[in-house]
């Protein structure tokens, strides 16, 4: 070729137009003939070129199995170009009665099993077609459906299969291709054989009314669903939603007063082995304190033993812990996006995904009717050619013996058609009997009858929606019964209505001792330790605060900014170093102190004070902070910092002494309650500031310490005064510091 004639055929693009147009052909590629099952036969291309691969090699449920080499070696050579092992993949997934609700493939050998191992090479099994998939394909040399030619265009392969199994919703399906997925869970086939003929019997009916027949999701590995019923009609009213789905279990009674949990049903697509690693994983890393140990005891049941820690720890509390951490809860997702007859994807609801299979069915009768017409007419035809020939036998055997042509001479005599007179003329002597001719009569009577009935069938709509419910009723007669095959698996349950797990159930409960140093390093030590000689720390750094608490407790940090933290006991960390800087833990600003470490304790209140001498009163839920920030709880004025956090308890009273050793007592009630502010006056000052504050019950009095001892006023009527007041002298012998 020339460069002139190339120079021709050179066309300018932008690059944007030409990535645009390619992406687009490869996407439509992908989701029209890889990714999305047709809503029809509920199949992916893959799985139908399977199948019908199987059939042409005549692998029905009653014959003998084959090679699934050979099987893979006819689909990827004759219908599907693809990778083989990806074609193996696909016809293994059609053989596991834990991966598909309704097996289309049967396997001989092994295939896989629910712990994820992997089946035998291609060469080491063998396969046949299941009842299942021999329902999908009937009617395929009927002229039920259309064929196209395969992608060498040497063969032809049905564009969709006649589908009389409603597999799409019965086995499920799930797929992403470009910009769009799908995934429906499998169901089980008679109630979807129930919604059915209820939509045929009432087309214009509503979804509620398919849901009394289809209840929900029946997954090939059982388990319970707990997913409310409006969830589950939302769901199925709008095409997309999801499912709760836990497994299911047992307890044990076993001697002494123990018991063990025993998981028979574990959810759906999950490996058994990676859920046991899984639960594994969190007892070793102390995060299901609750069990003790886990089991496989599976043989070709699951059997998975949990023992808990003790016989009083509950079962119903160690199972819940285990569905909010691991895979034994799973949401089962619902998207049906799906290919119509049209093959545009679109997301259908429950009722269009049914409505179009029946649409389906009413077409592939209509063409079956049509196709089994003419195979009689054309019977007839020759029917009626014999019936003559026998009325006029020995003029027919003369004509063949006397004419070199006798064709034209039998179709001129006896006004044949050129099909009757050849069929007459390959007629074999032997069926010049007698007897052939009466069967001859009775098949045409008999084939006579049936074409009537095909003619009206196809003249009564009525008359064919009727033969569909027919046809489903034998689906549901065929699949649907009370055996292994077709009772349900999956338990409709009741939506948890919340086991409630404190999160100390999460954590391994020890008593520890929190240490914060005057630099701001904060470690926990094993056990309440009392003496603070014991405690290391960094040269020229000494022990700030120490409390005594457990890992399930929080930690309340109030800082000299006015601001709470919360640390939960077991996050601290642990050993025998000098801890870690506070400041990595929270967001502590460098010039902000702690004033007060103690423990979170709810439904209890806390009086929060700052250096000038205002503060309130607030409940301890209101000071919990969620993240490292803080919460800012104390508002300050200009020179001010929050200094103290004092839990109220049972006291009725408060003692306040200033900077200027004015000492003064006010009954509790006079302090409001807040969830943040500056707060209100508690003592007047003319200059500086709050030295000290303490609660106590004033019918006890008023307690300080003098070095070891401790001294108590009970005679308080002196310094009992109105909050925001002055004060007076505090009693003699009153520490000169000014603390209580």
Not at 170 to 195: D, F, K, R
Not at 448 to 458: D, F, Q, R, V, Y
Not at 571 to 599: C, F, Q, T, Y
Not at 689 to 710: C, Q, R, V
Request: one cysteine or more; glycine letters at 8%.
């Amino acid at each position: 070729m020339t460069d002139a004639v190339l120079a021709d055929q050179v066309r300018d693009t932008s690059l944007s137009d030409a990535l645009g147009e390619r992406y687009l052909a490869y996407a439509m590629s992908t989701i029209v003939s890889r990714s999305l099952p047709d809503v029809r036969d509920g199949l992916k291309p893959v799985h139908r070129r399977l199948l019908y691969a199987m059939r042409q090699l005549k692998l029905d449920p009653n014959s003998g199995f084959k090679k699934c080499a050979r099987v893979v070696g006819d689909v990827i050579g004759k219908y599907h170009p693809h990778g083989d092992s990806s074609v193996y993949d696909a016809m293994v997934r059609l053989a596991q009665d834990f991966a598909v609700r309704y097996p289309l493939v049967e396997g001989q050998g092994n295939f896989g099993n629910i712990d994820g191992d992997n089946a035998a090479a291609m060469r080491y099994t063998e396969a046949r077609l299941t009842a299942v998939a021999a329902a999908l394909m009937d009617g395929l040399d009927e002229d039920a459906v259309d064929f196209r030619p395969t992608y060498d265009g040497t063969e032809e392969e049905p564009v969709v299969m006649p589908a009389a199994f409603p597999n799409l919703l019965a086995n499920g399906a799930s797929g992403i291709a470009v910009g769009m997925a799908t995934s429906i869970p499998p169901h089980n086939v008679g109630e979807i054989c129930g919604a059915l003929l209820h939509l045929i019997a009432e087309p214009d009916c509503a979804i509620d009314a398919l849901l009394v027949h289809i209840k929900g999701p029946d997954l090939p590995t059982g388990g319970v669903m707990v997913e409310s019923a409006a969830s589950i009609a939302e769901s199925y009213r709008t095409g997309r939603g999801g499912f709760r789905l836990r497994a299911r279990w047992e307890q044990e009674k076993l001697s002494h007063g123990l018991y063990q949990i025993v998981v028979t049903e574990i959810p759906y697509g999950i490996q058994k082995s990676k859920l046991i690693e899984k639960i594994a994983e969190l007892m070793e890393a102390k995060k299901l304190p609750l069990l003790a140990d886990i089991r496989d005891e599976s043989a070709e049941n699951v059997r998975v033993v949990l023992e808990p820690k003790n016989r009083s720890v509950d079962a119903e509390m160690v199972m819940e812990q285990l569905f909010r951490q691991t895979d034994l809860e799973i949401r089962i997702p619902l998207n049906m996006n799906l290919l119509d007859a049209q093959s545009v994807p679109r997301v259908m609801n429950l009722k269009e995904v049914l409505q179009a299979f029946l649409d389906h069915r009413h077409e592939v009768l209509q063409r079956r009717s049509r196709y089994r017409q003419g195979k009689i007419e054309a019977r007839l035809e020759v029917l009626d050619g014999y019936l003559i020939a026998y009325l006029n036998l020995d003029e027919v055997i003369h004509i063949i013996r006397t004419e070199d042509e006798p064709k034209p001479k039998l179709m001129a005599r006896f006004g044949l058609t050129d099909n009757q007179a050849e069929a007459i003329l390959n007629m074999r002597l032997r069926s010049l009997r007698r007897l052939e001719e009466f069967e001859i009569k009775g098949e045409h009577d008999k084939l006579s009858a049936e074409l009537a009935g095909l003619k009206t069938l196809l003249s009564d709509e009525k008359a064919r929606w009727k033969a569909i419910a027919k046809q489903v009723k034998e689906i549901n007669a065929q699949f649907g019964k009370d055996d292994a095959l077709g009772r349900r698996r999956t338990t409709l349950g009741e939506a948890p209505d919340g086991v409630v797990v404190p999160i100390e159930a999460f954590i391994e409960k020890e008593d520890i001792t929190v240490i914060l140093s005057e630099k701001g390093w904060i470690r926990a030590v094993k056990g309440h330790a009392d003496n603070a000689d014991d405690f290391k720390f960094k040269e020229g750094d000494q022990l700030h605060i120490a409390l005594h608490c457990s890992t399930i407790d929080k930690i309340l940090l109030f800082a000299s900014n006015g601001r709470f933290y919360t640390l939960g006991g077991d996050k601290l960390p642990r050993g025998r170093g000098h801890g870690e800087p506070l400041r990595l833990m929270v967001d502590l600003p460098n010039d902000a102190e702690i004033v007060r470490l103690s423990i979170y304790r709810p439904e209890t209140r806390l009086l929060v004070a700052s250096s000038g001498g205002k503060g309130f009163l607030i409940k301890s839920e209101e000071v919990l902070a969620q993240t490292r920030t803080g919460k800012q709880i104390l508002n300050l004025g200009d020179g001010e910092t929050a200094a103290f956090c004092l839990p109220t308890g049972t006291h009725d009273a408060v003692a306040v002494i200033g900077k200027n050793r004015k000492l003064l007592l006010f009954k509790l009630e006079e302090i409001p309650e807040m969830t943040r502010g500056r707060g209100v006056i508690l003592q007047k000052y003319r200059d500086g500031g709050t030295a000290d504050i303490k609660l106590f019950t004033l019918a006890d009095g008023l307690s300080w310490a003098l070095g070891d001892k401790t001294r108590t006023e009970t005679n308080l009527t002196l310094w009992l005064g109105k909050r925001a007041t002055v004060g007076r002298m505090p009693p003699t012998g009153f520490p000169r510091n000014n603390k209580f």
